[in-house]
């Protein structure tokens, strides 16, 4: 993953020249990408390949919306593959635009090791990649930049999140609570597991973390876990979820259990999306740390500066709210998605 060790340290992509600074100034510029992989974009229109993780979640949906959208605006051709959350699938999916001499390839990675190999041949075609959403603990030489979250802050900002949901009247006194992890190995679940337990651990001896499972980031998942630790565990009393559709699904099976989400166990998930916003309404979310989806314009901006031989930073990071459910009727109207 992105470390501010790995951006002081990163090299230059295929033979690029980089201007290194600090963590904020921190830029790269890319020679081989500004040649393009057939010798220049600049008369002919960008052809970019894009491997999606899947369509897991309401955010993945707003996410490969806004990614075609932002696309035929910028007048890129689009080629767009969905690997069904399967590494194997995304690494075809390279490997094939890689044949095809697309100009860039960008990918949104499943989970953060094994790319290696892959970035390497990429590089070795003189194809530059734009990491989106999740990131990849391979050497920071191999790609361009990643236009995404930061999910350590996200992690940090749900349990503040909880912190006040914890300080309204009524809230218990002991702390139960059951995580629902994202995909096993993915940038998002290590990094909000991380950033969530930092907190826990530096200032709330009483929250107990009592049970803690992935539901693969899906509502079906959250449903089945979380019914399973409604029987093994009946003490728990808060929910954080790493994304709302677990949480969606987690209601489903609290209220199957008898219990009153968001009353008997608060819920704090993390993404925003429009059915995250509406359980909110309904009193079923406690309280939402967003994360934007709507990643597309920025992304075509940073296709076209790559392309054209600029400077990108090593990270472009998304602006992000975060909502308690006394905020969500308001705000619900001025959702993008
Ligand atoms: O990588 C972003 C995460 O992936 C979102 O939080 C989640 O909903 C999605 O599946």
Known sequence: MLSRRN??????????TVAVGTLDG?????????AGSSGGT???TITLGFSQVGSESGW??????????????????????DAEQKQENQIQAIRDYISQKVDVISFSPVVTTGWDTVLKEAKAAKIPVVLTDRSVDSDPSLFVTLVGSDFEAEGERAAHLLEKVLALPGAPKTVNIAVLEGTTGSAPAIDRAKGFKKIADASHPEWKIVASQTGDFTRDGGKQVMAAFLTAHPEINVLFAHNDDMGLGAITSIEA???KPGTDILIVSIDGTHDGFVAMTQGKINAIAECNPLLGPQLMDTIKTVLGGGSV????????????????AAALPNRKY
């Open 7 to 16: 951006f002081l340290t990163s090299a230059a992509f295929a033979g690029a």
């Open 26 to 34: 921190c830029s790269k510029k890319s020679t081989a990408a500004a």
């Open 42 to 44: 600049s008369a002919k």
């Open 60 to 81: 993945r949906a707003a996410n490969t919306q806004s990614i075609k959208d932002s696309a035929t605006a910028a007048a890129i051709t689009l080629k767009f593959s």
């Open 257 to 259: 259990a008898g219990k």
């Open 313 to 328: 930073p090593a990270w472009i990071k998304t602006k992000e709210g975060d909502f308690m459910a006394a905020d969500a």
